[in-house]
């Protein structure tokens, strides 16, 4: 589903509202999380210890389905414009992540069946989710496309936790599931890092790292990254500044303190979901040229963590951590006039002006006249501006009392957090911007989630059972205001609150010093978003304005059911688990044409299943060199269990509000049924060689106007990525440990062309009919460069 934001006329011509009710995925980062995963950064931590990288492999006793990304791996993700945060994922059972533009722009999500506001990604257990939308990057965060806060470079290694698990570990929106990134610390040696690549698409990549190395207990970091590139596709250059400083102190009696501070600015244009028919008759990579429709995007994150660890006792820590983060998201965007719906342009425009005198269905509204101050409808609205901030603050306190077989912890998290949507319309790049006289909406909202928890991980059985009992008590309050505009002619305040209890268990019982299998169970809810309000706020076309009906729409909630098995002997690890989400209370979005608002209301429900390998093994040093691989596999099929009906959301022809018939059995949209990767990685004095190989399979696409899943399917298709490098040392600063690498990465191969996503547009073409839209993938990529480390 799209946004509010993209056209004026999907809100007059019946495909509008639905947008204002969809279930947007949500912008950059002020919601805090359980942060509940604070002190317990590592997998199944036992002892009050704070953990500053991921291990190769989770420990045999862990009673969840976990994985790693080690600090190696992290180091070693190739520098294509195509990679960002997320896409380095895609080597994890059941993680499906893509960007369609440079740079991490427009990038998207999805793990297990789970879409981008349906799981939590943090950092160092502070949340990445909005607080407000629940996403983290891309079209996801209220269409922030841009919205780019941690890149590789600010991360150190990842722990992903799948299901619900433990309370410690999951957070607010963890329906599918924790992906936790661990922040680069500094070094204990002082250092300087720079270096630069240069590759396809015009893209250049630079990077500056200083240490100060251990001062009297103190270590800082200091580390800037640049990058630039066209993109692959036309029309969609992006720049990137990036400036991350972290600080680590480790005073007497552990007494800790930790300090992270990230800014990232971004500036770009938006990579359009393209008319599948001009895709192929230009080349595979066209997009309307800047004179047609462009959107300008400027993105600004600021995310500050102090973490302050201390030991109470030589059992008990206690650690707290303060946080807070900022976003601003602002996009012009330009539909022009002469390229209107017409028999030689037969597409829809992006944010497309309005024709007719939309305006009067307002009366109690804004007082902009299109055609008065510019001569036509269509010149009075060619200019949209849209503006997204939010800000939050939060605490989060971890109690750990250790005891011989058992480690209990308690602790909680708040969290408040604002935001200040609006979007404008007029003539002009540089417009007024005034509340009552060309505001589509301007809305300033409140939140606040808190939780409290408590856990026992209990070892039996000369710890050959542990069993991991926990929980949860999460808590929102959410208000939302909007002023008078076009979608609000008479403005409004609604809002409530909502709590759940979610309880959890995990076991886990090691049969031999080599194997152990595991069972777990947990509930969790996912919070509606902030668009499930805006259908309150009175919006009718009527001669007075409504009384806001009270918000009904109930949170949804998932039950999970994990099973798996764990293999660990040497440099050999495997771990085989099934999992079933049973989701419930699906947001259903319904258009009443005769309010102009979309009625959220919660629809059927669905059940999610699947199978999920992955294997390691580091084969150990030969005189020839030295040998690892990885695979991992997931078969993951989600499909509803009750039967509804979703609303068909009429295009500029077709205004009609038929239901559309969803039947138990359907499979959902945008979900790859197998997910296969595999890496070769091979090392000999100084060379690194690495091969890796993904496959997607074949998913169904989205129908945009209902919001269901239509007959049409992205193919399967196949990614091969290659990188060398070769490392030199040499005597500098620090004698013989200066390094100066090489590198060259070939990112898809063989040039394999496909889509990372498509569906069918809500609108019609000028002869009435459906067609799909997409957005390719990057082809070939190289790029190579250049590190130096003395």
Do not use: C
Not at 263 to 290: I, K, R
């Amino acid at each position: 589903m799209t946004n509010r934001t993209r056209t004026l006329r999907r809100l007059l011509a019946g495909a509008s509202l639905a947008v204002i009710g969809s279930s947007l995925a949500g912008a950059a980062l002020a919601q805090t999380s359980g942060a509940e995963t604070t002190s317990v950064r590592g997998v199944t931590v036992t002892a009050p210890q704070v953990v500053e990288t991921a291990p190769v492999t989770p420990p045999l006793t862990a009673a969840y389905t976990e994985s790693t990304i080690t600090s190696e791996q992290v180091r070693d993700v190739s520098t294509g414009a195509a990679v960002s945060l997320q896409t380095m994922l895609n080597d994890q059972p059941s993680i499906f992540a893509y960007t369609n533009g440079p740079l991490g722009v427009s990038t998207d999500i999805n793990f297990r069946a789970f879409n981008a506001g349906q799981f939590a990604e943090t950092y160092d257990g502070v949340a990445l989710n909005d607080v407000f939308n629940s996403g983290v990057t891309g079209e996801g965060v209220a269409d922030n496309q841009n919205n780019v806060l941690l890149l590789p470079a600010n991360v150190d290694s990842v722990i992903i936790s799948r299901g619900i698990n433990n309370p410690a570990v999951n957070s607010y929106n963890s329906l599918g599931g924790t992906i936790n990134f661990l922040p680069r610390l500094p070094d204990r040696t002082a250092s300087i890092d720079v270096g630069a690549t240069y590759g396809s698409f015009n893209t250049t990549l630079a990077h500056a790292t200083g240490n100060t190395g251990d001062i009297d207990g103190l270590r800082q970091m200091l580390s800037y990254n640049y990058g630039n590139s066209d993109g692959w596709v036309q029309h969609t250059g992006d720049r990137n500044n990036n400036l991350y400083y972290s600080s680590a102190y480790e005073g007497p009696n552990n007494n800790d303190l930790n300090l992270i501070l990230v800014y990232n600015h971004n500036e770009g244009h938006t990579p359009f979901q393209m008319p599948v028919a001009l895709l192929q008759q230009d080349g595979g990579f066209y997009q309307w040229p800047s004179n047609v429709a462009y959107e300008n995007d400027k993105d600004t994150n600021m995310l500050g963590i102090l973490d302050y660890h201390t030991d109470l006792a030589s059992n008990i820590s206690f650690d707290n951590k303060f946080y807070a983060g900022n976003n601003a998201y602002v996009r012009t965007s330009y539909a022009n006039p002469a390229y209107s719906l017409s028999a030689t342009q037969p597409y829809e425009l992006p944010s497309q002006a309005a024709n007719y005198d939309y305006w009067i269905y307002f009366p109690s509204g804004p007082t902009y006249n299109p055609k008065k101050t510019f001569g036509s409808d269509e010149a009075g609205n060619d200019y949209h501006f849209y503006g997204y901030q939010t800000w939050g603050a939060g605490y989060t306190p971890t109690l750990t009392l250790s005891e011989p077989n058992n480690t209990i912890t308690i602790g909680g998290n708040v969290t408040y957090g604002q935001l200040h949507s609006r979007e404008f319309f007029y003539g002009s790049y540089n417009m007024p911007m005034q509340d009552g006289y060309n505001d589509a909406w301007d809305e300033h909202d409140k939140r606040i989630f808190a939780s409290a928890y408590a856990q026992d991980e209990i070892d039996l059985f000369d710890k050959r059972l542990t069993i991991t009992p926990g929980v949860k008590w999460v808590y929102a309050y959410t208000t939302d205001t909007d002023k008078v505009g076009f979608y609000y002619p008479y403005g409004g305040t609604v809002g409530n609150t909502a709590d759940f209890i979610s309880p959890t268990v995990g076991a886990n019982y090691k049969f031999t010093d080599n194997f152990s299998a595991y069972f777990a169970f947990g509930q969790n809810v996912k919070f509606p978003d902030i668009t499930a309000y805006y259908n309150s706020v009175p919006g009718t076309t009527g001669t007075s304005p409504l009384k806001p009906p009270p918000t009904t729409v109930k949170p949804e909630y998932v039950n999970d059911y994990e099973l798996g098995v764990r293999y660990q002997q040497g440099g050999l690890s495997g771990t085989l688990s099934v999992y079933r989400e049973d989701f419930s209370n699906t947001f259903i979005d319904a258009f009443d044409p005769t309010t102009y608002l979309t009625v959220v209301s919660n629809g059927g429900s669905s059940e999610y299943q699947g199978v999920e390998l992955q294997a390691r093994d580091d084969f150990g040093a030969q005189p020839w060199g030295d040998f690892a691989a990885q695979l991992s596999f997931a078969y993951n099929d989600a499909k509803y269990t009750s039967s509804f009906k979703s609303d068909a959301v009429g295009g500029q022809q077709d205004d009609s509000n038929a239901d559309v018939q969803v039947t138990a059995g359907e499979p959902l949209a945008d979900i790859p049924n197998i997910l296969f990767s595999a890496e070769g990685i091979y090392t000999y004095e100084g060379w690194r060689g690495a091969l890796s190989i993904r496959y997607i399979g074949s998913q169904y696409t989205d129908n945009e106007a209902t919001g269901t899943t239509s007959n049409s399917k992205i193919s399967d298709y196949t990614v091969v990525d290659l990188g060398l490098s070769k490392s030199f040392n040499f005597n500098g600063f620090n004698g013989a440990n200066d390094t100066v690498k090489f590198s060259l990465d070939v990112d898809n191969l063989f040039n394999q062309y496909y889509y990372n996503n498509e569906y069918t547009d809500t609108y019609k073409d000028y002869s009435g009919n459906s067609y799909l839209v997409a957005s390719p993938g990057a082809p070939r990529s190289i790029s190579g460069g250049i590190d130096v480390k003395f």
